[in-house]
């Protein structure tokens, strides 16, 4: 199987703060890679699919990159509706895995 | 739009079973892959499994392998995931959503199942 691990697990940022999350998969996975941001009480959503295809209606300031092992999801300037968890995904092999999360939290 | 809505909350007895469905509007079920997420609380995702609505085809992951089922109707454009000999490991909140190349777009409002004495 295919491991994901995020890191960090938790960040603190203020808004308007540049933040990255950093994906590594533990065999190439090309760039079947997808990002999702879940809310406290709802389910995920959809925010970047391989790896850097931003999702129709997010918003422009979320961008992905990378390939191979390892991936990157940057929000360029946070807006106060952005701290959530973010958890990345493969999709690379049929029997797909998340990472463990990333939580992002105002400072 | 495009919509997923799953039934209820459900209690249950550990070494029962439990089924969940997910029924799909908006968009031609059969087009779709259908995937199982569970997220205990507090914990991140997991991810359970797939399913294929058009040729019944099934994929899960090797933690449930003999324990769960998926099924559908596509008649009524549902799914459904069955999970048995349930234990109180198995409290979670339990996700569908829609595949494409195994990217989920959109998710189900999702189930809580809790698995109680």
């Known amino acids: 199987d295919i491991q994901m691990t995020q890191s960090p697990s938790s960040l603190s940022a203020s808004v308007g703060d540049r933040v990255t999350i950093t994906c590594r998969a533990s065999?190439?996975?090309?760039?079947?890679l997808n990002w999702y941001q879940q809310k406290p009480g709802k389910a995920p959503k959809l925010l970047i699919y391989?790896?850097?295809s931003l999702q129709s209606g997010v918003p422009s300031r979320f961008s992905g990159s990378g390939s191979g092992t390892d991936f990157t999801l940057t929000i360029s300037s946070l807006q106060p509706e952005d701290f959530a968890t973010y958890y990345c995904?493969?999709?690379?092999?049929?029997?797909?895995?998340f990472g463990q999360g990333t939580k992002l939290e105002i400072k | 739009q495009v919509q997923l809505v799953q039934s209820g909350a459900e209690v249950k007895k550990p070494g029962a079973s439990v089924k969940v469905s997910c029924k799909a509007s908006?968009?031609?079920?059969?087009?779709?892959?259908i995937n199982w997420v569970r997220q205990a609380t507090g914990q991140g995702l997991e991810w359970m499994g797939w399913?294929?609505?058009?040729?019944?085809?099934?994929g899960y992951a090797q933690k449930f392998q003999g324990r769960v089922t998926m099924t559908r109707n596509t008649s009524i454009s549902t799914a459904y995931m069955e999970l048995s000999s349930l234990r109180s490991e198995d409290t979670a909140v339990y996700y569908c959503?829609?595949?494409?190349?195994?990217?989920?777009?959109?998710w189900g409002q999702g189930t809580l199942v809790t698995v109680s004495s």
């Open positions: 065999q190439s996975i090309s760039s079947y």
């Open positions: 908006g968009y031609t079920f059969t087009s779709y892959d």
């Open positions: 391989a790896a850097s």
């Open positions: 995904q493969q999709s690379y092999s049929t029997l797909c895995s």
């Open positions: 399913m294929n609505p058009n040729s019944g085809n099934t």
């Open positions: 959503a829609r595949g494409l190349v195994f990217r989920f777009d959109p």
